[in-house]
């Protein structure tokens, strides 16, 4: 069980040694510029390519004396290259390592979660596309409506994954930015082409105008996106909580062979990923405040946001994560009970279908509000109660008789209509 929390792919990508490797990567990358412009020998680039290293044992102990880790990283990294480490860090300042390296780390991270996305959108599909025909009770305010198909109610799921999709795609152009530009973003001690050449060896764009840091507005979108997200999978987790409840019971979490629901209650299945997935959806929401509340530095940089940042970057990306895996689980394993949806949809003898018998009547002649009057007190009258049957009510009626042969009040308690057109739905998300 363990295992399964440990998410390496995600995890790794924000763990210590791969934050100093984007520092290495960055600083690498911005040698290699210098010496393209002629500005460093080629034999030194290639003795600090191949010996550059570091040890993050090591530069904690030199941060714990000096505390800076950018000094701490770099007096590290020149006890392996010797002379040659001279050319490092020539120009810059530590925004530039920082936030460059940070580019990096958003970069594969957004990669990784469309990649989960895209297997959520794939299960998503599947599960529409065996349920086109299922016919289910539409809700409103929780009450029943009318009937549709769950899925249709799938398909709404995906499209707004499919949306979510889009959001990380614009997500990563967004963070993969940046900046070799020194203090205060000015230049004044480096040239724009080392930052030109470095972006572009490192697949970053340069920022168009850094201060000494990157615009916290770039993380506060990375930090949102992935909360709109995980609101998305809790609307999705939330549906399917609603849907098994006892007294509902049309769908249900798998419920693995050995697994237990209470320490108690020996009946209970539980769906408890569904639960986890809303609780760590707030988890998502409460950081989007701290991100905003990071947009507003002092002047031209302070750090401010770095604490926030060391914190909820990380957590952020391997939460979401975490819970695209989820809920992809849950979707491939959902038990789906298509007898429980149509008990449901009939429940007091077909009352949600009371929209077409008020226009079936109207079109036999009688005004729109005598028609209402008469639909609603027989839908009324069979309306929560034991044996209540609204169609029986309907067909003993003389009134409505009279004006409804048995085969049309008969056609009125059909879905057809409500599965007529949602072709359309169809194909718009290639279900």
Known sequence: MIERYTLPEMGGLWSEEAKFQSWLDVEIAATAAQCELGRV????LATIREQAAFEVSRILEIEAEVRHDVIAFLTNVNEHVGDAGRYI??????????????????????????TELDQLAAALRLLARAHKDTVMIGRSHAIHGEPITFGF????????TERNRERLARLETVVSVGQISGAMGTYANTDPEVEAITCRLLGLVPDTASTQVIGRDRHAEYVQTLALIGASLERFSTEIRNLQRTDVLEVEENFAKGQKGSSAMPHKRNPIRSERISGLARVLRS??????????????RDISHSSVERMMLPDCSVTLHFMLREMTEVVKGLGVYPENMTRNL???GGVVFSQRVLL????????????YRIVQRHAHSAWNREGGDFRANLEADPEVSSLLPAAQ????FATDLHRANLDVIWQRLEI
Do not use: F
């Open 41 to 44: 020998p080629p034999e030194a």
């Open 89 to 114: 860090h020539v120009g810059m300042t530590s925004s530039d390592v920082l936030d460059t390296g940070l580019a990096l780390q958003l970069k594969r991270s957004v990669a990784v979660l469309r």
């Open 153 to 160: 109610k799938v398909a709404g799921w995906l499209a707004e």
């Open 287 to 300: 950081y989007t405040v701290a991100a905003l509340e990071n947009v507003a530095l002092w002047h031209e």
């Open 346 to 348: 009939n429940v007091y």
């Open 360 to 371: 079936a009547l109207v079109a036999a002649g009688i005004n729109r509000e005598e028609a």
């Open 409 to 412: 009040l008969a056609e009125c």
